[in-house]
């Protein structure tokens, strides 16, 4: 049998049952290997209830930094008997299987083309301790050890993560390191240690950007909910739904640290758990029309429920904030798994004539950004901004360089008159476009005596904000509304391109391009790298933000066959920029993922492979002038 | 289309204590139906405010969708105000009241707004006890949709097609004083006596306020047979009459012992009661309760101050809200800075 | 002055106060001309309030049967003075301005190029009336009758059609007719009567295909009502709004009528005033489940409001109908206002990846026909069915062919099992698409002691409906569901074309096609005639449903530019053809109206006289193989 | 993933009337938490169908969102259910019943499902008095999103990581006797003795019948400071035992004088109250009302048959509906057919 080999490049996942505190071992085990400076994802793929059921940890360790999914299990450590025979069968050949062998494998699971390694954790705990919680728990651990053995982990850095973790409990740090002994020495005397896949400390072959900075660990949530907190924002309205509750958590947790005031020991924010998604979206719309920086988070189904008054920020010029944490399907879906299929229901939230500004985070480093920058553009376009991310980012730990902030940044509020304002202009009215850029001046509540007073409304209504039900009344406002969505477009985050990737010998005359965005990007620049030696050369563009920037639409002209990597059934993004750059459709070419798991590099190779085969002998090259 | 109403300032109207006018708390002409009984809340919601003397620009108004949510037009043109979507101004409203803790809210709203498509926000508001007055002008019809039976509408009333309603109406104080609101009353469009020192003591109310006020659709419930019309209302009136007097004025008024209680508000404010049956209990949760359902089933519309308790703790408190308005903090306040998000960088590592 | 002249070709509108009772009259107005048999048809413009405001009754007399707005005033009869201003400002030159002359006209307002025409209204009714509801009411009726004499309508018929109004109330009728005398005895006594455009009874000018079968004069809305009372509807749950309460007030009348148990007086229907939109939607979504016909009737806000539901109702495969009678804006926008703007919010409902049915009726007949047709749709499809109406259709009244209908027509249940249908099957799986057409079978609760119960959910299930977070199972189940999408083409109501109008001297090479639907059908038929001696032939396509049936890619594909007429801002139904049938952009050009009022003829003709301009120089026909 | 439960029936499992044994009754594993108050619940509706002979096709399950409202998956496997969108099953049952008036409805919720999001259906529910059973497992906390507090959690509560619930808890029987339902019981996972009879009552009674059901969230709300753990809630109970005696059973005990009150349903069956305190009345709201408050501010949780009405008017008798199911009305009665039509037709020239 020929074993898989490498070092620091392989894919390990555990198999548990949720509630059985397996989270925090793996935990444990993933944060390891990113202390020992080699760049690490993990992944939670977990069920839509709180125990009892399967639920699994995918590790990959990727020398070269890639952070998305590759595709395929090198080694999977298998504790969950309800899914084993599956897991055992996912195994790539030449890989590794792990299990308690407490009872022993079924023979018709049984393969001979991997490393079977049998490790009886149910009988080395029941054995060591009495507590059935400590049996349970411990089990853990006790694999985490045998892999520290067989993936050569540094045994300090597992030390010093429970000493982090337990900080002042003695007897948890003992008992923990214990169970990690138990493990290890299990592995040493049992298997060949290391294997042939397995790790090795920081320098060797890691990607030299990765240790340029001492990166951090981090998921997009508490990032989003970081950005929130730096932003300015002082009420967050929500309703809990999966996987958007620990934005709002995160966003708690440090506001109660960082926004108390010192005098009076009093919050400067404000928290509501709201009835329903409306009445979160409702709270924010308040708020934000009242001058103060308010945001909610939510999923699919709030979105859903949020749209009426989404039409209202929309049409009423309110700013809102709003991060969407993506998961699948229509309705409920697959509440705990990750999609990218909130694309068109955001884009166009709500009846009649709408657009809504998108921004497309790739990293909780961007999640950060983009969170407070989501506050600005609000404020300046006076409409909801809402934030696109998903499970896969948001819910787990992402490596990213560490969060920056600019000490010299100031909020940008827009134009909203204060009292001053107010007497220095000579003629204000609320939908008077001055600036000839669609975005008009508002003012806030109570700012002055006699003046800039006026009655906000979902109805239709004529430059001075007077009720009305005139034609051309109705055409002026939505088309300036149409202008300040082209003005937009100067003031959202550009797509980022990156310098080509050489081919030596192309196979095709076609100039190719991949669009991508969000957490389909790191797996897509991967696949491209894939490519690139099967003389395949193909440019990126990743996505950032909706309105789209022209360079986008110069993008897709500037090449023969342009691939949409999504994770949704529909292809909405490719929808959404056929749409709104005019574009013809056989320009655009889908590479989609929608099984709920996050997309993967060999996914995405493999969907340009085939389309290069069967379709781009139909595509006849652009004239391009060449400069 | 709405009209500005032309502004002739009498130079004799009398003057507030701020030197208003009771024209300055005017708003556009109504388009409402004439005799419509919104038209009267409106009036007298803008001799509340002038009377209790809150400067214009310091209160906000909020409403959902209906003729009664249009009313916000057509008082306070000096305010902002908001004209949401229909049955969700609760919520716009607890947005509004945590960015800016100082200004006086005043929501308005009907009984399609508040007790169909609005009943869920409008108890989760109660709960969280927002500081506002929450008007609802209640026609027991969809007025604005063109005639409808309400939630609110009466068990047996006759809709004008001829229609009659098989079900219970809610009675929106009773949910109200049982879902634990901090100030409940009823009153009735035609009886401004009444209406207007209520709304002037909801106003000062620390906390929810909520007034509801019957207030008959001229035009599709005005008819024999309606529950809701004025001469029904008018003839099963059971009002007890109040006086409200601010918090700076000194108490000069005599009653006669037994007939009239009196209540302190959290600012100072006393609210004078007279009560017909001296055995009513404002402070009493239960028991208020009782006796409101005691006059319904009597067929007795109670009206007046149904419940108050002056002390309840509105949502900056329970939040520990700062003193200060949120919407006024700047980036020294609410931005931690470069330093504190190194080390937050450093616990991720 | 040149002044307009015209036999049974005019466009008259009446200013008014609403509340005033002038509706009644106005309608006297054009159901008199309508019982002549001259085509007509009437538009209520009007305020979204009930008492005080401005509103207006355009009505069109068209001997070639032109159902849609024309554009332009002929004749404008005044009897408000708030809009007085505008209101004469607005008629043609050479036209006609009738007004209540007991004030004078203001003499900034008055005009030499059109026949200014007072009669003293006010002044009359003062005079001839005591009772001040009676003065308001009757005013309307005296114009009525100058108008018969200056328009030469039959008396008769307008006396009969007040008799049947009044049926039994005899002081009602006599008070009425004696106002109509006096407005057409003062007309003879002071006017040229009658006014070189009038009416000439049928016959003479008329098209023949109006006078081929007595038509009917309805609006939309009832017609629909109709159509779910014949479709065998149920249940209707719904929550009113502007403009789809009388859907709703319809069904109510009927079946009442014809509904009601002969032996029990009990009623065969349930309708319920739902708390909002969310209960209605869910009401329909829960009978529907359990085997009624069910429906319910909103406009865009209720839309928005119901989008959680629809996208439930799309994963879960539960039968909806709802009917969306649309109207202007985004928000409350306004609400007493036509538009076709919830194209996209209906085809997407709802987060992640879905499509909806939508059904396009352009009359009151193909209301009643495709609200039958909705109900088999949407059983047989087990997915909702939006028939997208608007305002225009819905509340105005239509001439329109008698409504047919067929006693051998069985209404297609679509794949339901029964007891002996699940006793004869081998295996039944709920999800399991055995036909291979996407579509399964379902069962109804209560049905079979033993067999067929299964759990409805919003959440990823496998085949046989068993709860599944397995990516494959969610896969397999999406695109099923696509599969049924394709489907759905073949049951769906196909597009209608036309022969295509002859034109001697083309004045392009280029193949020209026109696409539109629902209300802009009419003012497109129109437009393509006004256009076609022009020099312009077109061709037409009318799209009647989505999913697209395949001609419609055919008919793009043969023209080299398209034109796709629509009440919009943003191009929608454009957007949605070039997103389903991947249409390259610049094939479709856009018609958009999005005014509030129904779009005209004229602005059809005018933007395609200036897209033929603009245009159709870059374009390069299509190579066509010539069949 | 969710196993259907292999059935072993024993051959001696007793049969109910039907000749079904109780393991017709069930329903797939359950997927929730070992311990969690709701499998109790599940367990006890089982039974109580089984006691009660309904053939199990002829019940219709429907719920919201939650882990409660996932419970009708492990009972019932034989009945058709529908776990609907969250919140939002009120709406959905009164769909499902208006389609067909015959089967027996139960609904399944949780407090956040109808008391946060669901409270506006959940009170239009009561108004119409649609004819089902309506169990609310309560545990004061949302179990499927790990935690937070519901709108029933009580004011002062402590949640698991520590923080203080600032808001008063709303309670849902008080509400549903004021809001006009026609059964509201109250009852607790644990007493399965009382819970038993009052979901067979519950389904006999013609109407709404609601039953909030304290039931532990063992993950997330059982520990010390929480007013909703096991611990807490049997310290506090105070219970009305019952007994349920169908109607085609005849009475047989005997009950001593003074301590038992039989209530009779719309079908006959007979509702045997033991009550402790035999002032108790389930057939006057404000006197059931008044001491369901009372019990509340002596911090007693007062649970069994709170009150009843059994000759209320129920949502088919309002829309005085056809005796005859809607969905199995074919062609002939509900088409008019082409000569009505065409009278139609001549209506409209
Ligand atoms: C989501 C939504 N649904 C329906 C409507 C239509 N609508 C406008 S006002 C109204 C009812 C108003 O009733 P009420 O609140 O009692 O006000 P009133 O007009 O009687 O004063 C309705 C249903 C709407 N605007 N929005
Ligand atoms: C529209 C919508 N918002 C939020 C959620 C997320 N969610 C699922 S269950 C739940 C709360 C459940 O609480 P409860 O009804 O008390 O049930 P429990 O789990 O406590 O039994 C929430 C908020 C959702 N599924 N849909
Ligand atoms: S319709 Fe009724 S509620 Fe509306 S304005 Fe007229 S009278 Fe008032
Ligand atoms: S989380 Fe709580 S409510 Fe949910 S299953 Fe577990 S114990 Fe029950
Ligand atoms: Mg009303
Ligand atoms: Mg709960």
């Known amino acids: 049998m020929k074993q898989i080999k490498g070092i620091n490049d392989f894919v390990v996942k555990f198999a548990n049952v949720n509630g059985t505190?397996?989270?925090?071992?793996?935990?444990?085990?993933?944060?390891?290997?990113?202390?020992?400076?080699?760049?690490?994802?993990?992944?939670?793929?977990?069920?839509?209830?709180?125990?009892?059921?399967?639920?699994w940890y995918e590790v990959r360790v990727s020398k070269k930094g890639y952070l998305g999914r590759r595709g395929g299990v090198d080694m999977m450590v298998?504790?969950?008997?309800?899914?084993?025979?599956?897991?055992?069968?996912?195994?790539?050949?030449?890989?590794?299987?792990?299990?308690?062998?407490?009872?022993?494998?079924?023979?018709?699971?049984?393969?001979?083309?991997?490393?079977?390694?049998?490790?009886?954790?149910?009988?080395?705990?029941?054995?060591?301790?009495?507590?059935?919680?400590?049996?349970?728990?411990?089990?853990?651990?006790?694999?985490?050890?045998?892999?520290?053995?067989?993936?050569?982990?540094?045994?300090?850095?597992?030390?010093?993560?429970?000493?982090?973790?337990?900080?002042?409990?003695?007897?948890?740090?003992?008992?923990?390191?214990?169970?990690?002994?138990?493990?290890?020495?299990?592995?040493?005397?049992?298997?060949?240690?290391?294997?042939?896949?397995?790790?090795?400390?920081?320098?060797?072959?890691?990607?030299?950007?990765?240790?340029?900075?001492?990166?951090?660990?981090?998921?997009?949530?508490?990032?989003?909910?970081?950005?929130?907190?730096y932003g300015g924002a002082t009420v967050a309205a929500w309703y809990p739904i999966t996987p958007s509750t620990s934005v709002v958590d995160a966003f708690a947790k440090y506001a109660e640290r960082m926004r108390i005031d010192a005098?009076?020991?009093?919050?400067?924010?404000?928290?509501?758990?709201?009835?329903?998604?409306?009445?979160?979206?409702?709270?924010?719309?308040?708020?934000?029309?009242?001058?103060?920086?308010?945001?909610?988070?939510?999923?699919?189904?709030?979105?859903?429920?949020?749209?009426?008054?989404?039409?209202?920020?929309?049409?009423?010029?309110?700013?809102?904030?709003?991060?969407?944490?993506?998961?699948?399907?229509?309705?409920?879906?697959?509440?705990?798994?990750?999609?990218?299929?909130?694309?068109?229901?955001?884009?166009?939230?709500?009846?009649?004539?709408?657009?809504?500004?998108l921004l497309f985070p790739a990293t909780p480093r961007e999640c950060f950004d983009m969170t407070v920058q989501a506050f600005d553009l609000a404020e300046r376009l006076q409409?909801?901004?809402?934030?696109?991310?998903?499970?896969?980012?948001?819910?787990?730990?992402?490596?990213?360089p560490p969060l920056e902030w600019d000490d010299n940044y100031e909020m940008d509020r827009g134009k909203v008159l204060d009292a001053e304002g107010l007497d220095s202009v000579e003629k204000w009215g609320r939908y008077l476009d001055v600036d000839g850029d669609g975005i008009c001046y508002r003012t806030l509540p109570g700012t002055h005596p006699d003046k800039g007073a006026y009655f906000t409304r979902g109805s239709s209504k004529n430059e001075m904000a007077v009720y009305s039900e005139s034609g051309e009344d109705y055409v002026q406002n939505v088309d300036r509304l149409l202008r300040k969505f082209e003005t937009a477009k100067s003031y959202v985050p550009k797509p980022k391109t990156h310098p080509p990737i050489k081919v030596k010998k192309?196979?095709?005359?076609?100039?190719?391009?991949?669009?991508?965005?969000?957490?389909?990007?790191?797996?897509?620049?991967?696949?491209?790298?894939?490519?690139?030696?099967?003389?395949?050369?193909?440019?990126?563009?990743?996505?950032?933000?909706?309105?789209?920037?022209?360079?986008?639409?110069r993008f897709?002209?500037?090449?023969?066959?342009?691939?949409?990597?999504?994770?949704?059934?529909?292809?909405?993004?490719?929808?959404?920029?056929?749409?709104?750059?005019?574009?013809?459709?056989?320009?655009?070419?889908?590479?989609?993922?929608?099984?709920?798991?996050?997309?993967?590099?060999?996914?995405i190779a493999h969907q340009i492979r085939q389309a290069l085969k069967t379709k781009s002998a139909e595509i006849v090259p652009l004239k391009r002038e060449t400069a | 289309m709405s009209y500005i109403k032309p502004k002739f300032r009498h130079p004799r109207l009398p003057a507030n204590r701020l030197g208003f006018t009771v024209a300055d708390y005017d708003g556009a002409i109504s388009t409402l139906c004439a005799g419509c009984g919104h038209d009267s809340i409106s009036a007298a919601i803008r001799n509340a405010c002038f009377e209790s003397s809150i400067p214009p620009h310091r209160i906000a108004k909020v409403s959902g969708i209906g003729c009664s949510s249009k009313m916000p037009t057509y008082f306070l043109g000096k305010s902002h105000g908001f004209n949401s979507v229909h049955g969700r101004m609760p919520s716009v409203a607890t947005g509004a009241s945590l960015a800016n803790r100082d200004l006086t809210y005043i929501g308005v709203s009907g009984d399609g707004d508040t007790a169909s498509i609005g009943m869920g926000q409008f108890i989760h508001l109660i709960r969280r006890n927002v500081n506002m007055t929450y008007i609802v002008a209640n026609n027991g019809c969809y007025g604005l949709?063109?005639?409808?039976?309400?939630?609110?509408?009466?068990?047996?009333?006759?809709?004008?097609?001829?229609?009659?309603?098989?079900?219970?109406?809610?009675?929106?104080?009773?949910?109200?004083?049982?879902?634990?609101?901090?100030?409940?009353?009823?009153?009735?469009?035609?009886?401004?006596?009444?209406?207007?020192?209520?709304?002037?003591?909801?106003?000062?109310?620390?906390g929810f306020a909520f007034i509801d006020v019957v207030s008959p659709c001229v035009t599709f419930n005005n008819h024999v047979g309606s529950t809701k019309s004025y001469t029904?209302?008018?003839?099963?009136?059971?009002?007890?009459?109040?006086?409200?007097?601010?918090?700076?004025?000194?108490?000069?008024?005599?009653?006669?012992?037994?007939?009239?209680?009196?209540?302190?508000?959290?600012?100072?404010?006393?609210?004078?009661?007279?009560?017909?049956?001296?055995?009513y209990r404002t402070d009493d949760r239960r028991a208020a309760m009782d006796s409101v359902q005691q006059a319904d089933e009597d067929g007795r519309i109670l009206t007046g101050l149904l419940f108050l308790d002056p002390d309840s703790q509105d949502l900056n408190q329970s939040l520990n809200l700062a003193t200060r308005p949120l919407n006024e903090l700047g980036k020294d306040e609410l931005c931690p800075g470069s330093k504190v998000l190194k080390s937050i960088n450093e616990g991720l590592r």
Chains 1, 3 share one sequence.
């Open chain 1, 383 to 400: 409409t909801p901004v809402i934030m696109m991310t998903d499970l896969d980012l948001g819910m787990n730990d992402w490596m990213s």
């Open chain 2, 232 to 279: 029904e209302t008018r003839e099963h009136l059971d009002a007890m009459p109040l006086d409200f007097v601010p918090m700076r004025d000194e108490i000069t008024t005599q009653y006669a012992e037994g007939t009239t209680q009196n209540v302190t508000l959290h600012d100072g404010s006393v609210i004078h009661l007279h009560k017909a049956d001296s055995s």
């Open chain 1, 263 to 357: 005098g009076s020991g009093k919050k400067n924010f404000a928290i509501v758990q709201a009835e329903d998604e409306l009445a979160a979206m409702g709270m924010v719309v308040g708020a934000s029309w009242n001058g103060a920086r308010a945001f909610t988070a939510t999923s699919g189904p709030g979105l859903s429920l949020m749209s009426e008054f989404l039409g209202l920020a929309y049409f009423a010029e309110v700013p809102v904030v709003l991060i969407d944490v993506q998961r699948s399907g229509p309705s409920t879906g697959m509440p705990t798994r990750s999609q990218q299929s909130d694309i068109l229901a955001a884009a166009y939230a709500s009846h009649g004539d709408t657009k809504q500004v």
């Open chain 1, 21 to 55: 505190g397996s989270a925090s071992a793996n935990h444990l085990f993933a944060k390891a290997i990113f202390r020992m400076g080699i760049p690490v994802s993990p992944r939670n793929i977990f069920p839509s209830n709180i125990q009892g059921l399967p639920t």
């Open chain 2, 145 to 206: 949709t063109k005639g409808q039976d309400s939630a609110t509408a009466d068990l047996g009333s006759v809709a004008k097609g001829g229609a009659v309603n098989p079900f219970e109406g809610i009675d929106l104080a009773s949910l109200a004083i049982l879902q634990g609101a901090s100030f409940v009353a009823r009153s009735f469009s035609g009886d401004k006596g009444q209406l207007e020192p209520l709304i002037r003591a909801a106003m000062a109310h620390k």
């Open chain 1, 506 to 553: 192309p196979k095709t005359d076609l100039k190719l391009g991949a669009l991508f965005f969000g957490t389909s990007a790191s797996p897509a620049y991967e696949a491209v790298e894939m490519l690139a030696p099967e003389g395949y050369p193909i440019d990126t563009m990743r996505i950032r933000a909706f309105p789209f920037h022209e360079s986008l639409d």
């Open chain 1, 556 to 603: 897709i002209h500037d090449h023969d066959m342009v691939f949409v990597i999504e994770q949704n059934r529909d292809g909405q993004m490719r929808q959404l920029i056929m749409n709104e750059c005019e574009i013809a459709p056989d320009r655009l070419t889908s590479v989609l993922n929608y099984s709920g798991t996050p997309i993967t590099a060999r996914t």
């Open chain 1, 78 to 229: 298998c504790v969950n008997p309800q899914s084993m025979e599956k897991d055992i069968a996912s195994v790539e050949p030449g890989g590794y299987f792990l299990y308690d062998s407490t009872k022993p494998l079924a023979n018709h699971m049984k393969r001979d083309d991997i490393t079977i390694l049998g490790v009886p954790l149910t009988e080395m705990c029941m054995r060591e301790y009495t507590v059935p919680r400590l049996q349970q728990l411990l089990k853990n651990v006790v694999y985490v050890g045998a892999m520290a053995a067989l993936l050569d982990i540094d045994f300090r850095v597992l030390k010093d993560l429970l000493n982090d973790q337990f900080k002042g409990k003695e007897k948890l740090i003992s008992s923990n390191v214990h169970a990690l002994e138990m493990g290890y020495q299990f592995a040493k005397e049992n298997f060949q240690c290391p294997l042939p896949i397995r790790l090795e400390r920081k320098g060797g072959n890691v990607a030299p950007h990765i240790l340029e900075k001492p990166h951090i660990l981090m998921n997009g949530n508490t990032a989003a909910a970081l950005g929130a907190i």
